[in-house]
């Protein structure tokens, strides 16, 4: 089974920056695309940013002109940067893969355990 796992994740002062890492336990054939996800509590999930096998790349309005997703597909990995953080950014961050495909099968979704960003006013 594979597993996303995320790392980055702490408390950080407002105008601070963090970057998250997501990586994929096994290595990645094809994939339509990766995204980050939040949650506050009481809250629905919701997309930070997004982006595809092509590398095109979508953002929520919230964090736009703040937030960068990357990948990296030699290390099965992807980055959100988060500059200029503010104190509603605060959440769980996700990661997800979409129709992840490796070697041994497909998944047609993947989500990772989630790390918390906590930014202090």
């Known amino acids: 089974q594979v597993q996303l796992v995320e790392s980055g994740g702490g408390l950080v002062q407002a105008g601070g920056s963090l970057r998250l890492s997501c990586a994929a336990s096994?290595?990645?054939?094809?994939?339509?695309?990766m995204a980050w996800y939040r949650q506050t509590p009481g809250e629905q999930r919701e997309l930070v940013a997004r982006?595809?096998?092509?590398?095109?790349?979508n953002y929520a309005d919230s964090v736009k002109g703040r937030f960068t997703i990357s990948r990296d597909n030699a290390k099965n990995t992807v980055y959100l940067q988060m500059n200029s953080l503010k104190p509603e950014d605060t959440a769980v961050y996700y990661c997800?893969?979409?129709?992840?495909?490796?070697?041994?099968?497909?998944?047609?979704?993947?989500w990772g355990q989630g790390t918390l960003v906590t930014v202090s006013s």
């Open positions: 997800y893969a979409d129709n992840l495909i490796t070697i041994i099968r497909r998944y047609l979704a993947v």
């Open positions: 982006i595809t096998s092509g590398s095109s790349t």
């Open positions: 096994e290595r990645i054939f094809s994939i339509d695309y």
